[in-house]
């Protein structure tokens, strides 16, 4: 069942995969297509792109046209038929290729995302979740985290760069820690106070045979890891911005 105020052309999709797969709701229609859920969110009020009804029906034979306006058949035609070869077809070949410029991503490993107070200096950092029983969910796309992997929202901005095209975590970053990896000079990490169980995000830099916690942002201070209560708990493996166009 769709919700009211559904765009329709997604309401049919729903449909579709209802019919066909016997999948209902968005967190499953998006396992299904191998997008985000926020894919699937954003098309239920603004409906699904050309390239992303392209995707349904090379994924699962629902016709794109069907999906978009409603017209003809729901399951796309044979592509080696006549008609769907025909001149008069909606979207030629070349239109097709064209358009589809997207395609999906899977996603490798999905991991609990822990609370996280300041990430700008020292800040509480605490698990709470047993595996399975999280809130909030962040997916894991470029690597395959280990099974103790969790990932923190950045908050504050001294991990933001200041120099255009560098690497830089602005807030609201999500990045996904991985406390089974080991961590080298260069890396970046998570660094915990283990008496106050206070946590920082920084990068992982040696000089002259002594280690330091080094922010991007030059207006936070280079913190020297000289307390033996402070240890590196995991290096950042992956990241992911937040942006809105």
Do not use: C
């Not at 034979?61 to 978009?68: E, H, M, N, R």
């Not at 796309?141 to 255009?164: E, H, K, Q, W």
Request: hydrophobic share 35%; proline share 8%; charged share 25%.
């Amino acid at each position: 069942m769709t919700e009211p105020g559904m765009h329709p052309a997604t309401a049919r999709l729903y449909r579709a995969a209802k019919d066909l797969k016997g999948v209902t709701g968005q967190s499953a229609l998006a396992r299904l297509l191998n997008v985000s859920p926020q894919v699937v969110k954003n098309w239920e009020s603004r409906g699904i792109s050309k390239p992303g009804a392209l995707m349904v029906e090379d994924q699962l034979g629902v016709s794109a046209i069907w999906i978009l306006n409603g017209n003809g058949d729901m399951l796309a035609p044979n592509p080696d038929s006549p008609s769907h070869k025909a001149a008069d077809a909606p979207w030629s070949a070349q239109e097709r290729q064209a358009d589809y410029n997207v395609e999906a991503v899977e996603r490798k490993r999905r991991v609990p995302l822990i609370s996280w107070v300041k990430a700008g200096s020292w800040g509480a950092i605490e698990d709470q979740f047993h595996p399975g029983e999280a809130d909030e969910w962040a997916d894991a796309y470029d690597t395959r985290p280990g099974d103790n992997s969790f990932a923190l929202r950045v908050t504050g901005d001294s991990m933001t760069n200041p120099i255009p095209g560098d690497r830089s975590f602005p807030e609201g970053t999500v990045i996904i820690v991985d406390p089974g990896r080991s961590a080298d000079a260069g890396d970046f990490v998570i660094a915990k106070d283990v008496a106050t169980q206070q946590a920082t995000f920084k990068r992982l830099v040696s000089d002259g045979g002594r280690w330091y916690l080094k922010p991007l942002n030059p207006t936070y201070p280079t913190v020297e890891i000289d307390d033996p209560n402070v240890r590196v708990i995991g290096k950042v493996v992956e990241y992911q911005t937040r942006g809105k166009l």
